[in-house]
């Protein structure tokens, strides 16, 4: 199968020597069809610039201080989904044989020239091009389905998808279902579920979006709630609204959302009656 020479490549460059990445983003721009994304020096940033990014190709060192490219390479391979193809760029030949079995897609030895990183980069451009192909054929099947399939199941399916959160220094996998609430702060977002806190960085319209405007319900401008987790809802007086979820947890209501709500919650089993 003939791959389009120019099928756009999006690009993650993680490495610890911030020369090493000026000379990659250097020889990137001679490389048609290629884009990078992001870079980082710092290796913990890797899966939240995955998240933010989506890039098609991470280029990855392997000795790096605090971290161990082969480990990070190994818990891409396990997340689900479409996930970006790994080519090891790095100044060790000894890594190459765990390097593979962490399915490697190159192994590419500094100093880097521009034909051995091209290379490598036509090499992961066909694997990107039958990932790409094969997402649209599952997309495809899913619409296929989606005509015979009533709004509760389609709901249903989206409840058990996942999303890639931050627990302290651990990148989990969060069900969609199993979130409560969502607070905005600067660049990130916290994600709550009945128990604990998560991590996202995203914006909180791009989270709303992802986990459905049907089931999540903007009540201030730095807050979602799901409007199935509502337990109570009590008027302090003067526009003081809260909302109190099956955790427990109490969540403000801004002024300018009162009405939506008032809206999304009207013909539902609301605990105040006077303010639906």
Same mark, same amino acid.
């Given at each position: 199968?003939?791959?389009?020479? #120019? ?6 460059? @993680? ?15 001679? @490389? ?15 899966? =939240?610039?995955?998240? &933010?990014? #989506? ?10 201080? +605090? !971290?161990? +490219? ?19 760029? *790095?100044?060790?030949?000894?890594? =190459? @044989? ?27 451009? *066909? ?25 509760? =199941?389609? #709901? ?5 998808? $996942?999303?890639?959160?931050?627990? %302290? ?7 969609? +279902?199993?979130?409560?609430? =969502? $607070? ?16 996202? &960085? ?15 319900? &903007? ?13 109570? @809802? &009590?008027?302090? %007086?003067? %526009? ?7 955790? +427990? ?6 002024? !300018? ?20």
């Amino acid at each position: 199968m003939n791959v389009p020479v #120019r099928m756009s490549l999006d690009i993650l460059a @993680i490495d610890d020597e911030p020369l090493a990445l000026a000379r990659l983003e250097l020889l990137l721009r001679d @490389i048609a069809g290629t884009r990078l994304a992001a870079s980082s020096d710092d290796p913990d940033e890797t899966f =939240a610039l995955i998240e &933010r990014c #989506r890039p098609d190709i991470v280029l990855l060192d392997i000795e790096m201080p +605090g !971290t161990d +490219g082969i480990a990070l390479a190994s818990k891409l391979a396990q997340m689900d989904g479409p996930r970006p193809f790994v080519i090891f760029v *790095t100044a060790f030949d000894q890594h =190459a @044989i765990d390097a593979f079995r962490a399915q490697a897609t190159d192994y590419v030895l500094k100093p880097v020239t521009h034909a051995r990183l091209e290379q490598a980069i036509e090499r992961a451009r *066909t694997l990107v091009h039958h990932q790409r192909m094969s997402a649209q054929a599952r997309e495809f099947e899913r619409r296929l389905e989606e005509v015979t399939q009533d709004p509760d =199941a389609r #709901r249903d399916a989206r409840d058990r998808e $996942e999303i890639w959160a931050l627990r %302290g220094s651990d990148f989990v996998q969060l069900r969609i +279902g199993d979130i409560e609430r =969502a $607070e905005s702060e600067r660049d990130y977002v916290h994600i709550h579920n009945e128990e604990r806190a998560f991590l996202l &960085r995203t914006t909180l319209g791009a989270l709303h979006d992802r986990l459905g405007h049907d089931r999540y319900v &903007r009540v201030r401008r730095s807050a979602i709630v799901r409007l199935d987790r509502i337990s109570s @809802i &009590r008027d302090r %007086g003067y %526009g003081d609204i809260q909302l109190r979820l099956r955790s +427990g947890a109490v969540v403000r209501v801004g002024r !300018t959302y009162l009405k939506p709500l008032r809206q999304r919650l009207r013909g539902k089993d609301c605990v105040s009656k006077p303010f639906c």
